[in-house]
């Protein structure tokens, strides 16, 4: 069986607690998309937690909590977190991350923070965490999904393109320093040593799962207004929020 947790406002109606709830009669819980840009807040006997980017079931031992394609995956930001909770008690949640997941670069940070700073007073109140730039790049096809990090020369070549790109607006609208495809090969050769031992074929995983009868819960971040479609645009995030996205971003058949 499969659940979806969605919201029906902006967003902060809750589905951090109702997903906590229903995660401790679940086999698997399922972040299918947005990134580090917003948080649900999980109170239980290990302490008050801001979960940005896991699965709000990463407190249940019985559970696997899964990245899926449709997040926009900050690497660090995920580590960073993983170490927090087990810092604090936690055990070590068992992991899966999507080998589609789309990979937030440091340079999509950077364009977020530019961009904000070019519109000034009529900037959309980015929360500069690079979601719309790493989505301008989904859509434009030039991402970096996580299965590319174990082809450094296929990787090095995209990077170079890439940069040739980036680097005429860095330099002609933002007036600002140019990016180093050196420095982020490097970068990108440290995510790859992060995240290899979690990597799977998330679509495949959780069609065993629904063939063995597994619970599964999709875990959607902020709200139905906030919808690219649906929503208050342009006032929007950069992802679809709705129920329906929940079978694209987790890779389920609808």
Same mark, same amino acid.
């Given at each position: 069986m499969v659940t979806a947790v969605v919201g029906a406002n902006w967003g902060d109606e809750g589905k951090g607690k109702i997903t906590d709830m229903l995660g401790e009669e679940s086999d698997i819980i399922v972040r299918f998309q947005g990134g580090s840009n917003a948080g649900h807040t999980i109170v239980n006997d290990y302490g008050k937690f801001a979960l940005h980017i896991l699965p709000s079931g990463v407190f249940y031992n019985h559970t696997t909590s899964v990245i899926g394609n449709g997040v926009a995956l900050n690497i660090p930001d995920l580590f960073k977190e993983i170490q927090g909770i087990v810092d604090r008690g936690v055990p070590m949640p068992k992991i899966k991350v999507s080998d589609r997941a789309?990979?937030?670069?440091?340079?999509?940070?950077?364009?977020?923070?530019?961009?904000?700073?070019?519109?000034?007073?009529?900037?959309?109140?980015?929360?500069?965490?690079?979601?719309?730039?790493?989505?301008? !790049?989904?859509?434009?096809?030039?991402?970096?999904?996580?299965?590319?990090?174990? !082809?450094?020369?296929?990787?090095?070549?995209?990077?170079?393109?890439?940069?040739?790109?980036?680097? +005429?607006?860095?330099?002609?609208?933002?007036?600002?320093?140019?990016?180093? +495809? !050196?420095?982020?090969? !490097?970068?990108?050769?440290?995510?790859?040593?992060?995240?290899?031992?979690?990597?799977?074929?998330?679509?495949?995983?959780?069609?065993?799962?629904r063939e063995q009868g597994k619970r599964i819960l999709l875990e959607g971040q902020l709200g139905s207004l906030k919808d690219p479609d649906h929503g208050i645009y342009p006032m929007v995030t950069s992802s679809s929020t709705l129920a329906a996205y929940g079978a694209i971003g987790a890779g389920i058949p609808p």
């Open positions: 789309q990979i937030v670069m440091p340079y999509h940070i950077l364009f977020d923070q530019y961009e904000e700073e070019r519109l000034a007073g009529k900037s959309f109140g980015s929360t500069k965490s690079g979601i719309a730039p790493f989505y301008s !790049d989904k859509y434009a096809k030039v991402g970096i999904q996580v299965s590319e990090l174990f !082809d450094e020369e296929l990787l090095r070549e995209k990077l170079e393109r890439i940069c040739v790109q980036k680097n +005429v607006i860095l330099e002609h609208l933002y007036h600002k320093p140019t990016l180093n +495809v !050196d420095e982020l090969m !490097d970068t990108l050769r440290e995510y790859r040593k992060m995240v290899e031992p979690y990597v799977c074929d998330v679509s495949a995983f959780l069609f065993e799962a």
